[in-house]
């Protein structure tokens, strides 16, 4: 049925299949779900098939699926984006949107109302709305025709006059949700805020001076559970009588349980399933914390989890057998409602929210496409990277990140010798940096790597008799939360700070970058890094005099979110160390032998510079100065000018953007304070508003104003004879990318779920994480004020829109060998484009099919 | 002068909260909604400025009485009403609190942006702050009690400020209903005295109390004694009245700071500035050594346990106003006002700066043995002990005459107690020298007992003076005893916390005190019970 459907829709409009693919066995019609049958690399049997529950699934087999749907996530220290939908991925959106708003509450495509704004000032009109009707119903008639999805329908929602969709998905509830509904009563909140209570003394880093002394064994979290559970009075004070003494009767260890506790719910297949996942939902944040602590050793290990369920389980259950009797007629049961078919009500809810947002995404690439195209000058732009008439005074490499662009384009504006690219900001290094009083070194490389070598950052403070004080104070000020005298004393103190963290201007430090030592990495070791660096970094040869290696950072005051707005490239961490690494390595001289006897030899007069960038003021800082030997010193200082130069403009138009700012601010000063400023909730858009990925020269983008809203990997498809590196970056960056534009999409659509709720209530736990206010699951995701100024969201929740400039045939095994990229685009959570190296050669791809673009480029053009 | 000067303070207040309501003509930043915020900060600030002015110019700082209204009631010579109380303690207090109201607007008025309602809760912020600074300029009982119940139901605005929130809602309702348990005792000391005395006046009804004393004066000084220390046991957050506080956190984090460090003190203050009356109170005084010790001495088991922030932060003001309150009931009402005002500073840093990680996290070292961590405690009672002694001997204190305040051996003993616990964990975290930490310790020691006495030369003239702890019959001897052993015995237990954690001993206290020994849970329930939430506003 598939190929037929392809050809159908090939010759009903009338489109270039550029490149003729059977499809893809696992690609089915929208709203079906997809067997896999990728390799097993992400260790889901065929025979743990999403969407549908077998009724002959072994509830063991649940369990591990329910967990595995929990996104990871990261400590506050490396916090880095999750993908929230991680265990869906392998459903289409509009599926996935089904059952996440059965077991979770939350919707996943948001409601129509989100786009009115964007409809209202003209971000796409009804055209766009006609054209995703019409893209739908192209897929399959028994979807869109028959769900009666009409044009003129969305359009009136848009404009609020069609009266708001009556659909209310129906939810699964736990048995203490239930019987709360019944009664009024608050367990099922008790429950969750005592289990997260235990977690949170499990994970907690040094908030509470109190060690939980109950696992020093390290017996694992259901033994935890336990031991915690026959002694606390909490849910017998709450009214569930004889708690104690039911949980003393529960088997030892997990496993059993588990199986003991299982039946006891009434439910199987799919109705277990849907309850299992409600149980883990309310406590997805611990959840996902238990899974980022398993994930670095293998993705496929639910780590703790498992026993975080069975111990809600045990909760749940606990509840029904002491409590049910009270509930009307005299029988608890959770509420499970029956699922849909395949056509109902959910799915259309979700076919017409999916064709919004199709239709929103229609406005943004049909603006973006012609600027994507190359300069009207013919083939000269092109062809500028392949045969240069010179080589540049400067090559500048930036992280790819969105917050990137802005300054690129501004710095290409002033320095018109000046070329940048764009590579992931931890410039390829796997390091972990240890800083002195840190207990364990920080990895600075994406999640999905483990750090590899380990540096030395700044040097532990030696024992002078100041030192000694200082020590000594600083253990009394950490105590003091518990002692009374030092409050007496050393609270007068406090207002010191306090005065002028109010009313104290911005003011101008210059901290000096604490030495770096490498001496830990062997010379082959440095070798091996070097050639690694020379390989991959896309920078046409030869390396011009000045290579600026600029990775990010943000300067953030009082935030516990703070690394939330670092590189996530470095895992939350500051990219200048990477870079600094990288240029100490670069600019070795027993380093440039070596690379010189690899045949790869850099320029003599080639000088590596470390910068990093603060996204908050969007100051560029250089690091190392010391080390620039003095025959480049001035060439640097010119760099100097040109980057004060270009952050001032990009600077300007960014500040313009942060809510409260008054048109006569100065930007810097007004930049400055926000970032310093103890009370600031917005020091900076982050990456919020990130739409697009485009994989391809710099060439193709350069003098371009892509509005920040774009990741830049420069790619050279002819440096690349094997297609390994733009597999790695499909495979990677991309990966990356879409993790963090989800996360953004589901911050903004789903809030109050899937978002960490507004930071005025942000409560610091166990330095891991926030709650908000009192008790409750960790939060999970971006705060409210991450992606809403106060009226209108800021970030537009459009999938990420990837362009490729690279053969199609290559792309598309790319994606039949990557399975983690195959979900993500065959199940259209991203949008793939091949560009050509022709202007109007732009292919989407659609299900293993290429698309060519060309009609929408025309009613541009036209336009 | 005087009379000017008094009015100003009054002014200060009543102006910032009247522009702070007027703001409300705008909304957000736009129109003159900046501009408005900027003057009401103004008006905050001017507030503490004037009344570090009246301290440190000896002419504004003599105590004043000026009244403002009378109502007469019951006939001739029985007046209540309107009067302001300027002297030394008032100004303190106003310096402090008006500093921190200052300082939580502005902090607010940044945070706060693009919050619906804003506005609106900048105005109750403000209202709350005035009604403080009234309460403390009070010189009539019938002002102070009215600017007591003021200030509780502003704060309701604030606790309620995200109603959608059921655990915002039942939290307020459980502060609502102990602050009205609160206004009913201290409405029954409003009415013991006044039916006794005739007024209300502060300043005659000290003279009252300094005057010869009949049985009936002294029973009614008795009985409205107690029904005082009720009244500061509920806003001060005592045992077993104290979960309302922990619990409300679910209003944004300029609230905490505000109620941390400017609204729990009033229970403090009330007692202090009501000292004169308080010399006949003996049993008020000792039960309110009893509620202070045990909720400074479960307050601390909780803290330690709490691993979120706020909460360990909350946990931590119920305990230090337990200590306050002990200090009250031992009659050292000059440390208490130090301890009040130190804690103040310190508190409302500590919330504003909740978010900073690195502040908040403190990485555990090595547990010490036993050993070793009492050796730490011995040598933190030693040298705190020396250095007491020193200043003791420095300032010629002699434990009696006319600069002697009651209670300041007893609490010189305890506060070198709780500073040798700091000891431990200073030597445990290794690096430190023995000689450093001494010396630290012993110096924040000094300065504790210098600023202790420092302020009784300074406000002592205003406080009354109470009998010894031991000379308040047979259970204040005992107590005498139990209350310095109980802390001896928390800092022991204090010492050997890590020790005792790594072996997996003391679980079921930690288990108990993790939970806040479930009274905040019976409260809860109580609440529900009493005014149960709408199913419609669950989240």
New interface residues.
């Given amino acids: 049925m598939a190929s037929t459907l392809s050809e159908s829709l090939a010759a009903l409009l009338g489109l270039n299949r550029a490149v003729q693919t059977s499809m893809d066995p696992g690609v089915t019609p929208l709203g079906a779900p997809r067997p896999r049958t990728s390799t097993p690399a992400q260790g889901l049997s065929t025979e743990e098939l999403p969407g549908s529950t077998p009724p002959t699934m072994r509830p063991d087999a649940i369990v591990r699926r329910v967990c595995l749907a929990v996104p990871p996530a990261w400590p ?2 490396s916090l880095v984006a999750t993908h929230p939908f991680i265990g869906l991925d392998h459903l289409h959106p509009v599926d996935a949107h089904a059952v996440l708003e059965r077991r979770l509450h939350a919707p996943v495509l948001p409601e129509p109302a989100l786009w009115r704004p964007l409809f209202e000032r003209g971000a796409f009109n009804a055209e766009d709305v006609r054209w995703a009707v019409e893209e739908l119903r192209r897929r399959g008639p028994q979807h869109a025709v028959a769900r009666g999805l009409e044009a003129e329908a969305l359009l009136g929602l848009l404009a609020g006059t069609a009266p708001a969709h009556p659909f209310a998905p129906e939810r699964v509830l736990s048995m203490a949700a239930r019987l ?2 019944e009664l ?1 009563t ?1 367990f099922a ?1 008790a429950i969750v805020a005592d289990l997260s ?1 235990l977690l ?2 499990r ?12 696992g ?2 390290d017996p694992g979290l259901y033994t935890l559970w336990w ?2 559970a026959c ?4 849910l017998e ?3 569930v009588k004889g708690f104690r003494r039911w949980v003393r009767a529960l088997p030892s260890t997990w496993e059993a349980a588990l199986d003991s506790l299982l039946p006891r719910t009434t439910l199987t297949g799919e109705a277990l399933e849907d309850y299992l996942a409600r149980l883990l939902g309310e406590l997805q944040g611990w959840a996902g914390l238990l899974r980022g602590e398993a994930w670095s050793g293998d993705h496929d290990d639910p780590g703790a989890v498992p026993q975080l369920l069975t111990a809600r389980l045990a909760c749940d259950v606990a509840v029904r057998e002491l409590l049910g009797g009270r509930a009307p007629g005299g029988v608890l049961l959770p509420q499970v409602p029956p699922r849909e078919p395949p056509m109902g009500p959910s799915a259309q809810d979700g076919l017409s929210r999916f064709a919004l947002q199709l239709a929103a995404e229609h406005g943004f690439v049909r603006r973006l496409l012609p600027t994507l195209a190359p300069a009207r000058t013919g083939g000269v732009a092109v062809h500028l990277n392949l045969a240069r008439a010179s080589r540049p005074a400067v090559q500048a490499m930036f992280c790819i990140d969105v917050r990137s662009e802005p300054v690129r384009r501004h710095l290409e504006a002033v320095a018109a010798d000046v070329e940048t690219c764009g590579f992931a900001g931890f410039f390829g290094l796997p390091l972990a940096v240890a800083r002195p009083g ?2 364990n070194a920080l990895a600075h490389c994406p999640v999905l790597l483990d750090p590899a070598h380990r540096v030395q950052v700044g040097e532990a403070p030696r ?1 002078s ?1 100041a ?3 200082k ?3 600083g ?2 000020r ?18 010191v ?3 002028a ?3 104290g201007r911005a003011g101008t430090e210059t901290s000096v970058e604490p030495p770096l030592d490498v001496s830990s990495l062997s010379s082959e070791t440095r070798l091996a890094l070097a050639s690694k660096l020379v390989d991959v970094l896309p920078l046409a040869r030869p390396w011009a005099r000045i290579v600026l290696l600029c990775g990010h950072d943000s300067t953030l ?4 979110q ?1 690394a939330a707005l670092a590189c996530g490239a470095c895992a939350g961490h500051g990219g200048g160390t990477n870079a600094r690494v990288a240029a100490a390595l670069l600019n070795d001289a027993e380093v440039r032998a070596g690379l010189a006897q690899r045949g790869t030899p850099l320029p003599e007069d080639c000088v590596v510079v470390p910068a990093c960038h603060d996204t908050a003021t969007d100051e560029i800082r250089l690091l190392d100065v010391e080390r620039i030997p003095a025959s480049h010193r001035e060439d640097v200082e010119r760099l100097m000018d040109s980057l004060k130069q270009a952050t001032a403009a990009s600077r300007a138009a960014r500040v313009a953007a942060l ?2 700012v ?1 048109a006569g601010e100065e930007p810097l000063e007004a930049a400055r304070l926000r970032s310093r ?6 020091p900076e858009w982050g990456l919020a508003n990130n739409a697009a990925f485009v994989v391809a020269p710099r060439s193709r983008t350069r003098g371009r104003d892509l509005g920040g809203r774009c990741f830049l990997h420069d790619y050279r498809a002819e440096l690349d004879a094997d297609g390994s590196v733009l597999k790695l970056i499909l495979t990677a960056p991309v990966v990356v990318a879409t993790w963090i534009n989800l996360q953004y999409s589901a911050s903004t659509v789903a809030a109050s779920v899937l978002g960490s709720g ?10 891991v994480g926030v ?1 908000l ?4 699951d960790l939060a999970m995701g971006l705060s409210h ?1 991450s992606v ?4 209108a969201p800021r970030h537009e929740p459009l999938r990420l829109q990837v362009f490729v400039e690279a053969d199609r045939q290559r792309i598309h095994d790319i994606i039949k060998e990557s399975p983690a990229l195959g979900w993500l685009v065959n199940q259209e959570w991203i949008v793939l484009y091949a560009l050509g190296p022709e202007g109007r050669d732009v292919h989407r791809y659609a299900r293993g099919l290429w698309l060519r673009e060309e009609s929408d480029l025309r009613a541009t053009l036209l336009m | 002068m005087h009379t000017g000067y008094a009015y100003l303070l009054l002014g200060l207040p009543l102006l910032a909260a009247l522009a702070a309501w007027g703001r409300l003509r705008w909304r957000g930043d736009g129109g003159g909604g900046r501009r408005a915020d900027a003057v009401v900060t103004g008006l905050l600030v001017a507030a503490p400025v004037a009344a570090v002015a009246g301290l440190l110019a000896p002419s504004l700082g003599r105590s004043h009485f000026e009244p403002l209204l009378s109502f007469p009631l019951r006939g001739e010579g029985h007046a209540a009403g309107v009067a302001l109380l300027v002297d030394r303690l008032s100004l303190c207090m106003l310096a402090v609190t008006g500093f921190i109201g200052a300082v939580v607007h502005r902090y607010a008025v940044r945070f706060l942006t693009g919050e619906a309602r804003r506005e609106r809760f900048l105005a109750w912020l403000v209202t709350t702050v005035s009604s403080v600074q009234l309460l403390l300029l009070s010189g009539d009982l019938l002002m102070l009690a009215g600017m007591w119940m003021l200030v509780s139901l502003a704060l309701h605005q604030l606790l309620v400020h995200y109603r959608e929130r059921e655990r915002a809602v039942v939290a307020a309702r459980k502060k609502f209903l102990v602050s009205r348990l609160g206004d009913v005792a201290m409405l029954t000391a409003v009415g013991l005295l006044f039916s006794r005395f005739g007024t209300l006046s502060l300043p005659a009804l000290f003279d009252a109390a300094r005057g010869p004393l009949g049985a009936g004066d002294t029973a009614a000084l008795a009985s409205a004694g107690l029904a005082l220390a009720v009244a500061a046991a509920c806003k001060s957050a005592q045992v077993p009245v104290h979960s309302w506080l922990p619990d409300t956190l679910e209003s944004p984090t300029p609230v905490s700071a505000l109620m941390h460090a400017g609204v729990v003190n009033a229970g403090g203050y009330l007692l202090i500035r009501l000292s004169p009356l308080l010399a006949e109170a003996g049993s008020a005084l000792t039960l309110l050594v009893i509620l202070g010790t045990l909720t400074a001495g479960v307050g601390m088991l909780v803290t330690w346990t709490q691993p979120e922030v706020k909460r360990a932060l909350a946990w931590s003001t119920v305990s230090q106003m337990g200590f306050m309150i002990l200090q009250c009931g031992l009659g050292a009402f000059s440390a208490a006002l130090v301890h009040l005002v130190g804690h103040g500073f310190y508190k409302a840093h500590a919330f504003l700066a909740s978010g900073t990680l690195s502040a908040v996290v403190s990485p555990r070292g090595p547990a010490p043995g036993p050993g070793r961590a009492l050796g730490g405690l011995g040598l933190g009672l030693v040298s705190g002990t020396a250095a007491v002694l020193g200043v003791f001997h420095l300032v010629g204190w002699t434990g009696s005459g006319a600069h002697a305040e009651s209670g300041t051996l007893l609490l010189g003993l305890i506060l070198v107690i709780a500073l040798a616990q700091a000891f431990v964990p200073t030597r445990a975290e290794g690096g430190a020298s023995l000689w450093a930490a001494a010396g630290v310790l012993g110096g924040l020691a000094a300065l504790a007992a210098l600023l202790t006495l420092g302020a009784h030369a300074f406000i002592g003239p205003v406080l009354g003076r109470v009998p010894e702890l031991w000379e308040r019959g047979a259970v204040g001897a005992a107590l005498t005893l139990i209350v310095p052993a109980l802390f001896l015995a928390t800092a022991v237990f204090s010492a050997l916390l890590p020790w005792l954690s790594r072996q997996g001993r003391a679980v079921g206290l930690y288990v108990h005190g993790l939970n806040g020994f479930y009274l905040g849970i019976l409260a809860d329930r109580l609440v529900r019970w009493l005014w149960p939430p709408r199913s419609a506003a669950r989240s």
């Fill in positions: 506050l220290d709360d509904e009024g608050a909140p209570k949170a003394t994970m907690d880093r040094g908030v509470a001076r109190w060690a939980q002394p109950l020093e064994d031991r915690y002694r606390s009075l909490n004070a709450r009214g840190e207990e024992g008799w030192a000694d004080v020590a000594v104070l253990a009394v950490r105590a003091a939360v518990s002692a009374f005298t030092t409050v007496e004393t050393l609270g007068f103190a406090a207002a700070p306090m005065l963290e109010t009313f005051r009082n935030n516990p703070a809510p409260g008054d400023h103890w009370a600031e909730t917005r507004t930071k005025t209530l942000h409560n610091v736990v166990g330095g709650l206010g009192n008790e409750g004020q809403h100024d106060g009226t």
